[in-house]
């Protein structure tokens, strides 16, 4: 029998604050990992918003002082340090997948969709939080514009209602 060649895919999993991200990181090593001899990679990416230096809530513009930008640049920081430890703890019991960070800046469906274009992702892995009609409407969704424009399949992993308010998982 000839031996298969293994073919290594780049697997990208959004992560975010939400446990629906570490619900479909964990989803993803158990289901599309299947090979102990894979050569797989999980490119775990974290899209950390720019963050809002002007006011433009009615009335006149206000520039927020260095100091309050500062402090809103290193927790901006400390959260996105905060999701990758977490899904990097995920990763550290499967020593076959090859684990490679990125976070981007910006609106997270600019980023995600500009970074499985630019490695040439084979999957996009995405969490959904779930949301109804009206709140998606409003704040739109970010696996449903993925999903609309990036050239590889994305998988969209909804954790089950049993899971929805067990922290723990």
């Known amino acids: 029998m000839a031996d298969i060649e293994v073919q290594e895919r780049k697997i990208v999993v959004a992560i975010d604050e939400g446990e629906e991200s570490i619900y479909a990181l964990t989803w993803a090593i158990k289901n ?13 990416l974290y899209a950390k918003p720019h963050p809002q230096l002007v006011s433009t809530l009615d009335g006149p513009e206000y520039l927020f002082s260095s100091d309050v930008i500062i402090s809103m640049e290193k927790y901006s920081k400390d959260v996105a340090d905060c999701v990758i430890e977490k899904a990097k703890r ?7 997948v090859k684990v490679e960070i990125r976070v ?13 274009e630019k490695i040439g992702a084979d ?17 739109g969704s970010v696996s449903t514009h993925c999903a609309q424009n990036v050239k590889c399949p994305v998988l969209i992993v909804r954790r089950p209602k ?8």
């Not at 599309?32 to 775990?44: A, G, P």
């Not at 949301?131 to 409407?137: E, L, Q, V, W």
Request: aromatic share 2%; proline share 2%; net charge negative.
């Open 32 to 44: 599309i990992l299947v090979s102990q001899n894979s050569n797989d990679t999980i490119l775990l």
């Open 90 to 96: 995920v990763c550290k019991d499967h020593q076959n």
């Open 104 to 116: 981007g800046e910006g609106d997270p469906r600019d980023v995600i969709c500009d970074v499985v």
């Open 123 to 139: 999957i996009l892995v995405m969490g959904t939080h779930g949301y109804g009609m009206i709140k998606r409407a409003l704040l």
């Open 162 to 169: 049993s899971e929805v308010g067990n922290k723990s998982s």
